[in-house]
């Protein structure tokens, strides 16, 4: 699902759209995810939500994620990464295991930490009638949004 900025700024602005990051050729731009030819904030807006590329390394990755209340995102697994998640704020539920079959949830509070280990399924829901926002950190070999493997979504996505 591409969204407006990455339809605009690439139609407008040159720049390249790849595994849904959007890395900005123009002169004026700094670095990918932001381009100071447009409006784009940097926030990446996801039908449960949003998220904000705060770090993009070779060796590792920050999002700022944030859920609307009742919301979850697909649930998921990664074949190059693993995640460590950190909720600062909302009650989060998190779902993980090795198999679809072995998930098991938990929840975070504000400060909690939790690791999602490489190919474990898991998932992550704002619980209850707040959004939830957490902090998280990839680590691997390859951090593109084409290393999720789907097996199951609310917004029909594959």
């Given amino acids: 699902m591409k969204d407006v900025h990455t339809e605009h700024c690439c139609i ?6 790849s595994d849904d990051n959007c890395t ?20 990446d807006i996801r039908p449960w939500g949003s998220y904000q590329v705060l770090v993009d390394a070779s060796d590792h990755k920050v999002k700022t994620i944030t859920i609307k209340a009742g919301q979850r995102i697909s649930l998921q697994r990664h074949k190059h990464r693993k995640e460590t998640w950190t ?16 998930i098991q949830g938990t929840f975070a509070t504000p400060g909690f930490t939790i690791d999602i280990p490489q190919g474990h399924i898991h998932r992550a829901e704002a619980y209850g009638s707040e959004d939830c926002t957490f902090i998280e950190v990839q680590t ?9 493997e789907r097996f199951e979504d609310d917004y029909g996505r594959s």
């Fill in 12 to 17: 407008f602005h040159g720049c390249k759209y």
């Fill in 24 to 43: 900005v050729t123009t002169k004026t731009a700094s670095q990918s995810h932001r381009c100071e030819d447009c409006e784009y904030d940097g926030i």
């Fill in 87 to 102: 909720c600062v704020s909302g009650l989060l539920r998190v779902t993980i295991g090795r198999t679809v079959k072995d």
């Fill in 140 to 148: 691997g070999t390859y951090f593109g949004e084409d290393d999720i």
